[in-house]
């Protein structure tokens, strides 16, 4: 298999013969995986990020602006416990916030929030539907320059890190944002799952692929001490959703669009009443019918080790590391 030449890790800048151990196209461009031995960091080349304009007109994100939802992940309900105990709430910047929900999580729990994401329309739906008001359409650097007096006891950047083209430059503002001791939360697809589980992780989308070791690293490099770290793997359920949402549209009755539908808007709690009931009845068909498939396919991905979908890490500032 041929590939691109290059001399130079990306990430670590490290001038060693690289790796080349994928290769993916999408629609004209060809790209190709590389692996750093020094850092251990993977990285596709072209090395650069779409764009706000691809991003939102990518039906992944566009969907979930136009709907958001207000629930939160249990590593970002972890990430604030685990802060909590050590200093109590303070000041928070969410990069590529999104919609916002974390922040407005964070902020019923006593945070002061910000965040930025370079995407229009999940800045609005932010500002619109969860009245964040410190929530810019921009990205981590040219808010870093434009709020230097800034300071945060805690940054996050949930599912970003893979997105991003200037690691180097987005750490380096990190810790300019950041107080003296303070924390930064992050998570991202775990490259060792099967792509199977995570069959979005190729760019232009996501540019990099990261493991406990590689992601360890380059937090160390950049002056920060990894003080939780957890590969999340997949439940039996997180399979059985996969699977409806690849093959479930065959099965589906359309059960709740038809009772919005067919009950009177004068009659919402009798309408909610039986959604409620719909829903427990379609979880209950998503066990009869995926629950075996879904079952073996999970024993499979934890026999060969790739159950993993995402990686979570929390790490502190080093207050005594070299400026």
């Not at 650097?141 to 949930?158: D, E, K, P």
């Not at 190729?202 to 990894?226: C, F, K």
């Not at 009659?267 to 379609?282: C, Y």
Request: proline content about 4%; glycine content about 6%.
């Amino acid at each position: 298999m041929g590939s691109r030449s290059i001399n130079q890790c990306l990430l670590c800048r490290a001038v060693i013969l690289l790796k080349s151990i994928d290769h993916h196209r999408e629609n004209e461009t060809q790209y190709w995986l590389y692996h750093c031995d020094q850092c251990q960091g993977e990285f596709w080349t072209p090395f650069r990020n779409p764009g706000a304009a691809w991003y939102e007109h990518d039906p992944r994100y566009a969907s979930i602006n136009s709907n958001p939802y207000s629930e939160v992940n249990w590593h970002q309900k972890f990430t604030l416990d685990f802060v909590e105990t050590i200093s109590g709430p303070g000041a928070l910047f969410d990069i590529g916030c999104g919609t916002g929900n974390f922040l407005a999580f964070a902020r019923q729990r006593g945070w002061r929030v910000a965040g930025v994401d370079f995407d229009g329309n999940a800045v609005r739906a932010a500002k619109e539907v969860f009245g964040i008001r410190e929530v810019e359409q921009t990205d981590l650097l040219n808010y870093a320059r434009g709020h230097s007096a800034r300071r945060f006891n805690l940054v996050t950047f949930f599912d970003v890190f893979e997105h991003i083209d200037k690691h180097r430059e987005f750490l380096a503002a990190i810790t300019g944002i950041i107080v003296s001791g303070g924390h930064i939360a992050m998570s991202m697809p775990h490259r060792k799952g099967s792509f199977w589980l995570r069959p979005h992780d190729l760019p232009p989308r996501h540019l990099t692929r990261w493991d406990e070791m590689s992601l360890t690293t380059i937090l160390n490099r950049h002056g920060y001490t990894v003080v939780y770290l957890k590969a999340m793997k997949a439940s039996i359920n997180y399979v059985i959703l996969k699977l409806r949402f690849r093959y479930g549209q065959q099965v589906s009755f359309n059960l709740v669009d038809r009772l919005k539908k067919a009950v009177p808007k004068s009659k919402e709690n009798v309408k909610s009443r039986k959604i409620r009931i719909v829903l427990v009845a379609a979880r209950l068909k998503d066990w009869l019918i995926f629950g075996l498939p879904a079952l073996a396919i999970w024993v499979w991905l934890v026999a060969t080790r790739r159950d993993a979908i995402g990686l979570f890490a929390i790490a502190r500032e080093d207050e005594n590391r070299n400026p």
